[in-house]
Each structure stands twice: as structure tokens, then as C-alpha cells.
């Protein structure tokens, strides 16, 4: 009954449209000019070559200009030629999903690309769905293992969170977001490389994620030197293939690299239908875009979908606008560090720039206490450390110093972490005992300190002393 509705609803999409047709006016910059076509904004197109000597290219409708379409081709317009025919094929864009998806590499029009053979089983859904219902969302309050002590110990997810990792390009962003689509405890993982190198790409497939990380996975990409549609339409294909996955009862992992690079491609299909640059370049529709596309994810109640978005921030700028913008709409950040990188502390995770919004929602009291004790510590030791590279700090001068001190490697060994150290799924009690065995570490190192003196005020004046 399901399947019989499904392809009724996609018949409906495809036969909307009595062939309607236009003609092109005029090429501007990225988008297509289109005379005498009364289509709705999302409504798919096809350009075709009055001479049949042109290509044939897919289009969206992005806008409209007094009497002309806006169309915006997923393809090169090398060839297109005034007066070739566009024709109106559907009203709103759908992909076709279903768990025929697991372990597929996708384009960024949900078409396989692995060689792996056509995909079976799949039932289409919008691109574009309406907002989840704020009351359907249940409190975050069961946490995810990522497989990332730094992350599962002081920074601890919950089912349904939203998480930024921002990130100059080169200290470690792809490797991290690997290493938790790869050891996850999530029961689905959709990963959406967006804008991308083409080299990339296949790195973070093969080595990144791995054969057993692509067991569970959907892999959607459009690289860099694709249409913006497509980067864009790469996002939202994710998108959709977790909210199949997650209306399906399971719990789904979505990763995006990048945000950015979806912003920028958002930029550059503005300012084609003549949006005015708002800020630093950015038109006004990235910043309404951003809040739609990140809302997306999140818990409802027949399952969730916890997202981790890279934000590429420039010169290590984390206030520049993307990277602020998306800090006020997630449920958190992860802030990776050029310094610790630099230091082969991998992964290079300044948990004292980060937080999870959750993270108390999740955790036990005494994991609360542990996560509030080692923070206060690093935040100690980052006072004291310009002082101990110099030699100018004496010891026994300051306690709460002498004990991050002395405890800084033992903190270091919980959260640095190998790319070989997470065998199979995460286990998040694995890393809580981890948590709290520093702890006791922590206090036997406070009782091996040497007490500190009592300090001695100034002798009181005379008066005082009768």
C-alpha cells in the first residue's frame, strides 16, 4: 500500500506540468534567462538545443525577474544558444530513497556513481520538506559515542544534537569526521562532501571511512568544480536520505564538510539573480538558507539524526559571518586547534574553545564533576604555561598551578587518540570509566603535593594590635 502511494504521489510530481515552454533570452553570469515560462520557484526544467547540436541540461527555477524565469543549469551553459527550448518536467525536486542507499556513493542528484549497479527498492521524497513540528521533538537526553575520547569525555554528544567543527583547512577536520563515521555507535551514517577536491573525495572514502565504515554509510558528494546546484543539491539529498533513515526508527549520523562551501555555493546563485552582497559578500538568502538547512536535523519521535557540520573559518577568523552565523543556530562547537596540530595533538581539539550545549543532559552527576575538574585544570595549566616555556615559574607557588602541572600528561593521554586506538562501535561507558580513572589520578596527585604554607599578612598597626 506504501509503495503503491508512493508512485501515485510520484506521478502527481512528474504530470503537473502540461508542457510548458520557453525560450532563452539570456545568459547572465551562472543563470539562464527564460521568456514565456510560468513555472514555480523549484520547479525542474530541461534545456534543449532548437538545432539538436547543443546539450541537454537539467535546470531548477531560483527566481524571477518581472516577466522572466530565473533558471539556474546543473551543467556548464557552454553551448546554450538564444531561443533554445526550456522545458518545465516536474514542480519540486525529489530523490528516490530507500536501504538500498547503505554502502552507495551518491551525486549530487542522488544517482550512483560507484559502479556498483542501479538502485532498487527506493521511493521518492521532496527535497524541500515542511519543518518538524516543534512539539515533536523530544528532549536530547541519551548520549551518542562518536569513538573520540576528547569528544565522548568532555564534549559528549547527545542523540539529535547539532555540532559545528570549525577548522582552518589542514589540521585534521576530514580525518576526525572519518574516524566518527567510522566507529559510531549511530546506526546509520550519511555523509555529504560538499564542494570538495575531486582528489578528496576518494581519499576520505577509502582511507577516511574505510570498508567497515562503509557498511552503514551513504556517501553523497559534488565536488568544487561542479554547478552550485549540485553542491547544494548535494546537501539536501543527505538531508532527505537521513530523514528516510530516521523516519525508518533508526538513529542516523549526518556529516557535512562543508557548511561553508554550501554558504559559498549559495553565494554565488544570489548574486546571479542579482541579490545585492550583504555581508562580506554574502546575499541575504545564504543567511536564510543556513537556519532551514540546519534545523533539519534533530530528534523527533520516531528517531533522530545528530548532525556534525564542518565550518572552514578563514585565517582561523571564528568570527568571520558563516562561522557565526551557524554558531548561533547549533547546539554546540568543536573548535580544532592550529597550535595543538602543530604539536602533533591529534585529534587537535581545544576542549576549553568548545562546548556542548547537551552535555549535561546526557552525562551522570559524577562524569559532571570529573568534566568540571579536568577543564579547570587545562584552564590552570594554559595560565602557567607561558611561564613554565620561559623557566620563570618557581614550584610551590600556586597549588591549583602545581596540580594541572603535574597532572597534564595524564590528561593528555585521554584525549589524544590514534586513528587505530577505536576498534569496532564506540562505547561511551568505556570512555566514562576512562573519565573517571583521571579523576583518581587527579586526587592522588593533589595528596602527593607538598602543603603549602600558610601566608603571613603585614603585622597589624599599633592601634590595632591594643
Known amino acids: 500500500m506504501g509503495g503503491l502511494l508512493s508512485e501515485q504521489i510520484e506521478m502527481i510530481g512528474r504530470a503537473a506540468f502540461l508542457e510548458i515552454r520557453g525560450t ?12 514565456d ?31 522572466v524565469t530565473i533558471v539556474m543549469p546543473m551543467g556548464t551553459t557552454a553551448g546554450v544558444r538564444r531561443g533554445d527550448g526550456v522545458t518545465a518536467e516536474q514542480n519540486s525536486a525529489f530523490v528516490r530513497v530507500g536501504r538500498s542507499l547503505l554502502g552507495r556513493v551518491l551525486d549530487g542528484m542522488g544517482r550512483p556513481i560507484d559502479n556498483k549497479g542501479p538502485l532498487l527498492d527506493t521511493v521518492p521524497r521532496p527535497l524541500h520538506p515542511g519543518p518538524v513540528d516543534p512539539m515533536d521533538r523530544p528532549l536530547i537526553d541519551q548520549p551518542l559515542a562518536t569513538g573520540v575520547r576528547a569528544i565522548d569525555s568532555l564534549l ?46 576518494r581519499d576520505f572514502i577509502d582511507a577516511q571511512l574505510g570498508p567497515e565504515g562503509q557498511l552503514n554509510s551513504v556517501v553523497v558528494c559534488a565536488t568544487g568544480d561542479e554547478p552550485a546546484l549540485l553542491r547544494i543539491r548535494a546537501a539536501l539529498v543527505a538531508n532527505t536520505v537521513a530523514e528516510y533513515f530516521r523516519d525508518q526508527g533508526l538513529n542516523v549520523l549526518l556529516i557535512m564538510d562543508s557548511v561553508t562551501r554550501f554558504c559559498q555555493a549559495q553565494r554565488q546563485i544570489g548574486l546571479s539573480t542579482g541579490e545585492p552582497p550583504a555581508t562580506k559578500g554574502y546575499p541575504p538568502s545564504v543567511f536564510s538558507t543556513l537556519p532551514t538547512l540546519l534545523e533539519r536535523a534533530g530528534r523527533t519521535r520516531k528517531g533522530s539524526i545528530t548532525g556534525f557540520y564542518a565550518v572552514l573559518v578563514e585565517g582561523d577568523d571564528m568570527n568571520e559571518p558563516i562561522a557565526d552565523a551557524a554558531r548561533g543556530i547549533l547546539d554546540g562547537h568543536i573548535v580544532l586547534s592550529r597550535t595543538l596540530a602543530s604539536r602533533g595533538h591529534w585529534p587537535a581539539i581545544d576542549v576549553l574553545e568548545s562546548i556542548s550545549r547537551v552535555v549535561d543532559g546526557v552525562t551522570s552527576v559524577e562524569q559532571q564533576v570529573a568534566r568540571r575538574e579536568v577543564l579547570r585544570l587545562l584552564a590552570s595549566y594554559r595560565q602557567v604555561e607561558d611561564l613554565l616555556n620561559i623557566g620563570a615559574y618557581p614550584d610551590g607557588s600556586n597549588p591549583d598551578f602545581d596540580l ?9 593521554r585521554l584525549l589524544q587518540q590514534g586513528r587505530s586506538e577505536v576498534q569496532g562501535k564506540a562505547d561511551f561507558e568505556r570512555t566514562k570509566r576512562q573519565l573517571l580513572a583521571l579523576m583518581q589520578a587527579v586526587q592522588s596527585a593533589r595528596a602527593q603535593l607538598p602543603k603549602a604554607a600558610p601566608r603571613r599578612g603585614p603585622a597589624p598597626p599599633p592601634a590595632a594590635r591594643r
Do not use: W, Y
Not at 538545443?49 to 531560483?62: C, D, H, L, M
Open 24 to 35: 532563452v533570452s539570456e545568459v547572465r553570469g551562472l543563470a539562464l534567462r527564460v521568456a
Open 37 to 67: 515560462l510560468p513555472v514555480p520557484v523549484g520547479a525542474m526544467v530541461r534545456i534543449d538545443s532548437n538545432r539538436g547540436t547543443g546539450p541537454r541540461i537539467a535546470g531548477e527555477v531560483v527566481a524571477f525577474d518581472k516577466d
Open 156 to 201: 559528549s554528544v547527545g542523540l539529535g544534537q547539532r555540532l559545528g567543527v570549525f577548522a582552518a583547512p589542514g589540521v585534521g577536520k576530514s580525518t576526525l569526521l572519518g574516524s566518527m563515521a567510522r566507529h559510531t555507535s549511530a546506526d546509520v551514517s550519511v555523509i555529504a562532501l560538499v564542494g570538495e577536491r575531486g582528489r578528496e573525495v
Open 404 to 412: 594541572a602541572i603535574a597532572c597534564k600528561p595524564a590528561i593528555d
